[in-house]
């Protein structure tokens, strides 16, 4: 089954607006941690924003916030003010528990969505 | 400055032959990672290490294999067992536990 799901495989928005990418995960793990990374089509990963299953407050790292809804499940990630250089593959992640040591260190990932930021 | 470094970015290999991948990193972490990447997909992980001489099997190990023997370095080798090598492949670095998970700037493999 699917532990990281991101429905959409493409997103446009215009320059200077807001978008929200979806992720939805599955865990039975109470301890766990999501992860957005940003991959430009030079391919590198580029850590954006982390939330821990027991954070109160839903993470903020300037223009990018997580919106977690853990009774859904879902952990969507919101950029403000969208620019052009936000043009990218956008993938969510998570983090449980790892069985043989109880640390959580191993990720799991999304398909990942292609936004477009347009003029 | 700190980071992670994998060469080379470009690589291409006849089938049958093993290939090995570098992946350095001056950042003083404990764990290291080697992920694959297809075409319109997610990562997968195929191997990583918490510590020196020591690495586990990720989710498609098959084909692959990794040594640990300095905290700087976790070369990847695709072997000719691998039945399709062709991807692009990433290493990262982090700390055992930690909320975080580093990442070079990757190597894509052809075999011809």
């Known amino acids: 089954a699917q532990k990281i799901t991101q429905t959409q495989p493409g997103m446009f928005v215009q320059e200077k607006e807001a978008v929200t990418l979806d992720c939805t995960y599955d865990t039975s793990d109470p301890s766990y941690g999501l992860f957005w990374y940003k991959q430009p089509s030079s391919g590198e990963m580029i850590f954006l924003i982390y939330q821990g299953s027991y954070d109160q407050q839903n993470a903020t790292e300037g223009r990018y916030s997580l919106n977690f809804q853990k009774a859904r499940k879902s952990a969507n990630l919101v950029i403000s003010a969208s620019q052009l250089g936000d043009s990218a593959m956008y993938f969510c992640?998570?983090?449980?528990?790892?069985?043989?040591?109880?640390?959580?260190?191993?990720?799991?990932f999304g398909t990942g969505t292609r936004l477009q930021v347009t003029l | 400055d700190g980071g992670i470094t994998q060469s080379p970015k470009y690589l291409f290999r006849k089938e049958g032959q093993n290939v090995t991948l570098s992946c350095e990193q001056n950042l003083n972490h404990d764990a290291m990672y080697w992920y694959r990447q297809d075409p319109g997909q997610g990562l997968r992980l195929i191997y990583y290490?918490?510590?020196?001489?020591?690495?586990q099997k990720g989710d498609i190990a098959e084909g692959y294999s990794v040594s640990r023997e300095k905290k700087e370095s976790f070369p990847l080798t695709v072997t000719s067992a691998q039945k399709n090598p062709t991807a692009f492949y990433l290493c990262a670095s982090g700390v055992w536990g930690g909320s975080e998970q580093f990442f070079g700037p990757g190597t894509r493999l052809t075999v011809l």
């Open positions: 992640a998570m983090r449980e528990a790892t069985p043989n040591t109880g640390t959580a260190s191993k990720l799991t």
């Open positions: 290490s918490q510590i020196v001489n020591d690495f």
